[in-house]
């Protein structure tokens, strides 16, 4: 037990220090959760060897994940992201779907890969809970930019997520899976439409008492509602996480634009300072380096992966041309393809399972520490760049150039693709 206490006093000191480290000049456009990453490998026993990774910390980290979601969901609002964004972000993702598919195909035909249906859903992931709190950090949340930014982020998490639990369905139980998951979204939503005819200004103020009270019943009923999701979503088969999305809106649904708002800012105490920290030091003290180090194709596998990451969410950027400026596109692919927490549910998940290789896992998860870590820094200072009207940098050049060729290029493709498909059929 002692040792448990030692480890999370650890892991929380890392969480003290990294906002601190933040304030830095040299730190100051660092997202504070690539810091918290950087920090978790450090004093993991990939370097320094001063927290394990034990039961304790395993449970709070995944806690951490679902709580992660969980503010993903009740931050969704989709009146203030407008149906343009989603819409877009709906067919950029489809995109960068198509062109994982053709990747990961390859890869497989190589036999780089055995589960090419969980890699090709894993590459166009985008990091929805990760992404609010940079982009808020940056001052780009309420910006047409940073609208755009998650209305693909929603797509590129909700859509995988539903997917990755039919893919992970064990063999021949594909169907019986979609069946469930197609049950527990309709469960979802009809709770959701359910609640909103809850919604009054009488339910309003005893929320707001009660969160007066020093029971804190709102934020009790919060967590039950919760556990309660993830639960049902265990029991149907589904990803955690999508159940905690779920308790998020439905939390949402009840209070946000109403005087009892503030319960969300009582459960967002909660998990940016507890929970959602420990996911991320922990996700770095458990990131393997001398076992991907070690493995004669690990880092070629991070770097492919790496670049894969960004190059399918370079694809659909044509579709965004009409609605962002030139400058924005680079920033706005680098930061669609940064991920990090669905790589790991169904990295792991899948090598457990043994439909993926334990290489490929390690070198996926890296490469999304990677994503997290330096995309959005190169995104906002890009931003910050274009905002100032600094004239772009050479990093700024050579990736705008190569998103314009990398989309001109997926364009020809499908161009190509739709021209030969009445002959085909």
Not at 81 to 98: M, T, V
Not at 175 to 184: C, E, I
Not at 324 to 353: K, M, N, Q
Request: net charge neutral.
């Amino acid at each position: 037990m002692t040792a448990e206490f030692q480890g999370l006093f650890l892991i929380l000191s890392i969480a003290v220090l990294a906002p601190l480290a933040n304030r830095l000049p040299a730190l100051a456009h660092v997202p504070i959760v690539a810091i918290e990453l950087v920090l978790g490998v450090i004093a993991g026993p990939s370097v320094l060897g001063l927290v394990v990774n034990d039961s304790t910390i395993d449970f709070l980290g995944r806690f951490g994940l679902v709580f992660l979601f969980f503010q993903a969901g009740f931050e969704f609002k989709m009146k203030d992201l407008g149906p343009g964004p989603l819409r877009l972000g709906f067919l950029a993702w489809l995109i960068s779907l198509a062109a994982s598919v053709v990747f990961v195909g390859a890869l497989w035909a190589l036999g780089l890969v055995k589960a090419p249906a969980l890699v090709a859903l894993v590459l166009p992931t985008t990091a929805f809970g990760v992404l609010l709190p940079i982009l808020r950090q940056g001052g780009e949340l309420n910006t047409d930019f940073g609208r755009h930014v998650m209305g693909a982020a929603a797509v590129g998490e909700l859509c995988p997520l539903i997917f990755a639990s039919i893919a992970l369905a064990q063999e021949k139980h594909h169907l019986h899976q979609t069946v469930l998951s197609a049950l527990f979204l309709l469960i979802a939503v009809a709770s959701v439409f359910l609640l909103a005819t809850l919604r009054s200004e009488r339910l309003s103020a005893i929320i707001l008492r009660w969160l007066g009270d020093s029971e804190l019943l709102p934020v009790r009923v919060s967590l039950v509602m919760l556990l309660g999701f993830v639960s049902l979503a265990g029991v149907m088969g589904m990803e955690a996480v999508v159940g905690a999305y779920a308790a998020g809106m439905a939390v949402a649904t009840l209070v946000d634009g109403t005087r009892a708002q503030a319960l969300e800012s009582r459960l967002k105490t909660i998990g940016a300072g507890f929970f959602v920290p420990i996911f991320f030091i922990a996700s770095g003290v458990e990131f393997d380096v001398s076992a991907l180090l070690s493995s004669p194709g690990g880092v070629p596998r991070l770097l492919l992966f790496c670049l894969a990451f960004a190059v399918i969410r370079m694809a659909p950027l044509a579709l965004y041309r009409g609605v962002l400026g030139e400058r924005d596109l680079p920033p706005f692919a680098l930061l669609s393809a940064t991920t990090l927490p669905l790589v790991v549910a169904i990295s792991y998940l899948g090598a457990r399972s043994g439909q993926m290789s334990a290489e490929n896992a390690s070198a996926l998860v890296g490469a999304a520490l990677v994503t997290v870590t330096l995309f959005p820094t190169l995104a906002l200072s890009a931003r910050s760049a274009a905002r100032a009207s600094r004239p772009p940098d050479s990093i700024e050049t050579a990736l705008g150039r190569c998103s314009d060729a990398i989309a001109t290029r997926v364009n020809d493709l499908l161009a190509a693709a739709m021209r030969n498909l009445p002959a085909r059929w």
